[in-house]
C-alpha cells in the first residue's frame, strides 16, 4: 500500500514563502510521475505543478515563476517550494502519484491513483 504524507503548509503574509513536502511509500517512488494540487474552498481542485520520473516540469501560468517542484528519489520525497505567495494561493494543497511508470507526458487528474492527506497554505493580506 502507497501512502503519500504532505507536510509543511501553514500561515503566511503576502509574499512569504513556504516549502511543501510529500513523503512517499513504496520502494518505486523514483519511476513515477508526482503532481501536486490544490482545492480551495468552493472551488475545483487544481493542478500546481508536477514533475516527472526523469525530471522535467509543469507548471500553471498561474504559479510558473513563484513555484518550484523537486524531487529527492534518496528520500522518496517531492517538494514543493513556493515563493511570492499570494492570497488566492490559500488553499489544502495535495500530493498525488501517477498510475503510469516512465512517463513524461503530463498525466490528467484521473490518472493519479494515490493522494496524501492534504496540507493547508494561509496566505494573509
Known amino acids: 500500500q502507497v501512502q503519500l504524507v504532505e507536510s509543511g503548509g501553514g500561515l503566511v503574509q503576502t509574499g512569504g514563502s513556504l516549502r511543501l513536502s510529500c513523503a512517499a511509500s513504496?520502494?518505486?517512488?523514483?519511476?513515477?510521475?508526482m503532481g501536486w494540487f490544490r482545492q480551495a474552498p468552493g472551488k475545483e481542485r487544481a493542478f500546481v505543478s508536477g514533475i516527472s520520473w526523469s525530471g522535467s516540469t509543469y507548471y500553471p501560468d498561474s504559479v510558473k515563476g513563484r513555484f518550484t517542484i523537486s524531487r529527492d528519489n534518496a528520500k522518496n520525497t517531492v517538494y514543493l517550494q513556493m515563493n511570492s505567495l499570494k492570497p488566492e494561493d490559500t488553499a489544502v494543497y495535495y500530493c498525488?502519484?501517477?498510475?503510469?511508470?516512465?512517463?513524461?507526458?503530463?498525466?490528467?487528474?484521473?490518472?493519479?491513483?494515490?493522494w496524501g492527506q492534504g496540507t493547508q497554505v494561509t496566505v494573509s493580506s
Open positions: 513504496g520502494r518505486t517512488f523514483s519511476n513515477f510521475f
Open positions: 498525488a502519484r501517477s498510475i503510469g511508470t516512465y512517463s513524461n507526458t503530463l498525466p490528467k487528474e484521473d490518472e493519479y491513483d494515490y
